[in-house]
């Protein structure tokens, strides 16, 4: 099984909102990844979790928030986004050491 | 220069023949590279991994890897309507880090 489960799988916001995301992955991966992808671009990382802790922020807002509670789960709160953050976030987990990472179905957000 | 780069086409071909996607890798001590197909509108799913020099095959997928070139290809044999896709070419820098660098894209059309 290679699933990675993102909930919701769309969701519209307003500027003022705070929303979460949520990802799961019961594969035993040991790195978790959210990705953000606008129309027509590759995927752009944002953060990487390795055994449950921070490992990479690619300089992204203070707006977006990660979060892993545990080996299997992955959160991205969401505060006072900006429109142009509309986009497909997409997580992705892997067992880590550069091995191939599986993306869930992603999550379509639309911030108005 | 791009980190990953990927010619973004699109690449036309006609049903049942080989459809050849190219990509090239700035970092010369990357060591994992990954091939990802997405449909418009889903999210990326891997279907090529490798990590040696030489060709991998799966089916009617064969990836190609030349280190010394930097150079990583995919090929398609027999390529079917449905193989009409977003390519994307993924590498892992060196470092250490459990992270992912996309090209950007080719798209593939394959024609009845």
């Known amino acids: 099984d290679t699933e990675v489960t993102q909930t919701p799988k769309h969701l519209v916001m307003g500027m003022t909102n705070k929303k979460s995301l949520k990802c799961e992955q019961h594969?035993?991966?040991?790195?978790m990844y959210w990705y953000k992808q606008k129309a027509k671009k590759p995927p752009e990382l944002m953060f990487v979790?390795?055994?449950?802790?921070?490992?990479i922020n690619e300089s992204v807002p203070s707006r977006f928030s990660p979060e892993c509670p545990n080996s299997s789960l992955l959160n991205l709160h969401l505060h006072a986004l900006q429109p142009e953050d509309s986009a497909l976030y997409l997580c992705?987990?892997?067992?880590?050491?550069?091995?191939?990472?599986?993306f869930g179905q992603g999550t379509r957000l639309t911030v108005v | 220069q791009k980190e990953v780069e990927q010619n973004s086409g699109p690449l036309s071909v006609p049903e049942g023949a080989i459809a050849s996607l190219n990509c090239t890798y700035s970092d010369r001590g990357s060591q994992s590279f990954f091939w990802y197909r997405q449909y418009s509108g889903k999210s990326p799913e891997l279907i090529m991994f490798i990590y040696s020099n030489g060709d991998k095959e799966d089916g009617r997928f064969t990836a190609q890897l030349n280190k010394a070139s930097q150079y990583v290809s995919l090929l398609i044999r027999d390529s079917q309507p449905s193989d009409s896709a977003t390519y994307l070419c993924?590498?892992?820098?060196?470092?250490?880090?459990?992270?992912?660098?996309f090209g950007a894209g080719t798209r593939l059309a394959v024609h009845p």
């Open positions: 993924a590498v892992n820098p060196p470092g250490g880090y459990n992270k992912l660098i």
């Open positions: 992705a987990s892997s067992a880590g050491g550069g091995t191939e990472a599986f």
């Open positions: 979790y390795s055994y449950e802790k921070l490992s």
């Open positions: 594969m035993g991966h040991r790195a």
